[in-house]
């Protein structure tokens, strides 16, 4: 099992990520492995918490995409030069 510190917003109960990655031309490693197995956990608060990871379609991603918080992440996506996932956790338990 591998921890990787996100930054992460909040959507009613959901947290939301990014793949980010810094701004590099290709996903992060941690991406691939959730796609792969989206049912996992989250530590926020030192509190682990069961969820599911879903890709937000392009309507959601649109409406929670963290540049509307964070302006550096749309400098990220320049730099990538690819469209950079955005990721719902929504607990299971």
């Known amino acids: 099992m591998y921890t990787t510190p996100l930054m992460y917003v909040r959507d009613g109960?959901?947290?939301?990520?990014a793949a980010?990655?810094?701004?590099?031309?290709?996903?992060?490693?941690?991406?691939?492995?959730?796609r792969a197995h989206p049912h996992t956990s989250i530590e926020v608060g030192g509190r682990a918490l069961p969820v599911m990871a879903e890709r937000?379609?392009?309507?959601?991603?649109?409406?929670?995409?963290?540049?509307?918080?964070?302006?550096?992440y749309a400098e990220y996506?320049?730099?990538a030069n690819r469209?950079?996932?955005?990721?719902?956790?929504?607990?299971?338990?």
């Open 56 to 72: 937000l379609d392009v309507v959601e991603r649109n409406r929670l995409w963290l540049t509307k918080r964070y302006a550096g």
């Open 13 to 17: 109960d959901d947290h939301i990520i």
């Open 83 to 93: 469209a950079i996932a955005v990721i719902r956790l929504h607990p299971t338990a």
């Open 20 to 34: 980010s990655n810094g701004g590099a031309s290709h996903d992060p490693g941690w991406w691939p492995n959730l």
């Open 77 to 79: 996506e320049r730099m």
